[in-house]
């Protein structure tokens, strides 16, 4: 019962080797947004490049399999069932295109004798089917589109979190957000906010562990209650956890007023550590390429 403490998803896991523990917060945040934001308006290649790109980092970091190998592996499976659910469903007819011409210009001229048939110009709409399967381009770019926007958005932030600090991270964010804090915005207490967030992560997995435990040890089975026993008792379950969750979070609250806490900024709570000029500027050359080829080639 304890596979949620062995998938370390969302949790920063201590650690002195791997390059990735030396980069620069601020590039990673900067690498984890590029993830995020260059597959918008992408085509299929851009898009599995970029998981291709991203296994790879993930692979050459120098974190320890363990750590990686198992969560990664069940969202690529999760990634790759949700794809190919995309590409079997109907993807929705195509509107009429408008014609060029009027077709009064259109005239039909008999072909030569002996001369072949004229051949179909184009690519094949339809390109896979069984009985009533089908997959179309449409529906294989939907397929495409949904699996790799869903690992990319899972991964990439599942891999900053792991390498990355709670402090190092929210002092990032704000370092990025200190613009806005001209402008009037909370910048401070947004990331003491984000702060608390990140150290509850770990409680809500406890919390979820610990019902999923209680509900093996009295051996309930599912398909003895009935559809509407079975949502009944998955809703108990949410009820349940989202009490135990607010009670944490207000004994947390009290425990934090009654030792006299203040809010601090991220800057106090950042602790600076040495980091590899040369990595930096190699990290900071290769989102600027990363970009680049985005402009130039990212619509294939």
């Known amino acids: 019962m ?23 917060p601020r590039l990673k945040l900067a690498w984890t947004l590029a993830f995020l934001l260059t597959p918008i308006l992408a085509g299929p290649i851009w898009r599995l490049a970029l998981v291709a790109l991203l296994l790879l980092i993930t692979a050459c970091s120098g974190l320890p399999p363990r750590l990686w190998a198992r969560g990664a592996a069940l969202l ?108 009037g915005v909370p910048v401070e207490r947004l990331g003491f906010t984000l702060l608390l967030a990140l150290r509850f992560l770990p409680l809500v997995q406890e919390e979820l562990q610990n019902l999923l435990r209680a509900l093996a040890t009295r051996a309930v089975v599912l398909k003895r209650l009935g559809w509407r026993g079975a949502l009944g008792l998955v809703l108990a379950i949410g009820e349940r956890l989202l009490a135990n969750v607010l009670l944490r979070a207000e004994q947390g609250a009290d425990a934090l007023v009654a030792r006299g806490g203040r809010l601090l900024t991220p800057a106090v709570l950042h602790q600076a550590q040495g980091t590899a000029q040369p990595l930096n500027a190699a990290a900071v050359v290769g989102l600027l390429l990363l970009i680049l080829l985005r402009w130039k080639v990212g619509d294939l």
């Open 76 to 183: 690529l499976a999760l990634s790759l069932a949700v794809g190919a659910l995309a590409a079997v469903l109907p993807a929705g007819a195509l509107p009429a295109a408008a014609l060029q011409r009027p077709p009064a210009e259109l005239r039909l001229e008999p072909g030569k004798p002996q001369s072949p048939p004229p051949s179909s110009s184009g690519q094949a709409w339809e390109l896979w089917r069984l009985g009533p399967l089908q997959v179309t381009r449409r529906s294989l770019e939907l397929g495409i589109s949904g699996g790799t926007l869903l690992f990319t958005l899972v991964h990439s932030a599942n891999v900053m979190l792991l390498s990355t600090p709670p402090e190092q991270l929210v002092w990032a964010i704000s370092w990025w957000m200190a613009p806005l804090g001209r402008l």
């Open 2 to 24: 304890d596979w949620l403490r062995q998938l370390p998803i969302g949790q920063y896991v201590d650690g002195s080797g791997g390059w990735l523990r030396q980069l620069d």
